[in-house]
């Protein structure tokens, strides 16, 4: 069974700094291309941040370049997003995804609450 398990939310202050981390089992991590989407209330689920395989290319949504870093630990089954900077308009549940190349499969973690507020 596929397991996608986010973790490192919460609130911050404008200008502050959070790390998330999501954590796979029930898949061949190193094989999968990772992601960060985010939902804001009311919005369309969007993504903000891939991490590719084998060469670990990274892109990110316009809104977040700059200021969050994606980065992975195949060792560990573990992705990362370093968010620096955070802004209101942050906030939003995050999700972590994972999904083969070439194939048409996608799994998604539970979801994460960022609020960034002062």
């Known amino acids: 069974q596929v397991k996608l398990v986010e973790s490192g939310g919460g609130l911050m202050q404008p200008g502050g700094s959070l790390r998330l981390a999501c954590t796979g089992s029930g898949i061949t991590f190193p094989t999968y291309f990772m992601s960060w989407y985010r939902q804001a209330p009311g919005a369309e689920r969007e993504p903000v941040a891939t991490i590719e395989i084998p060469n670990g290319k990274t892109s990110y949504a316009h809104s977040v370049k700059g200021r969050f870093t994606i980065s992975r630990d195949d060792a560990s089954n573990t992705m990362y997003l370093q968010m620096n900077s955070l802004k209101v308009e942050d906030t939003a549940l995050y999700y972590c995804?994972?999904?083969?190349?070439?194939?048409?499969?996608?799994?998604w973690g539970q979801g994460l609450q960022v609020t960034v507020s002062s």
């Open positions: 995804n994972a999904r083969p190349p070439l194939l048409d499969i996608s799994y």
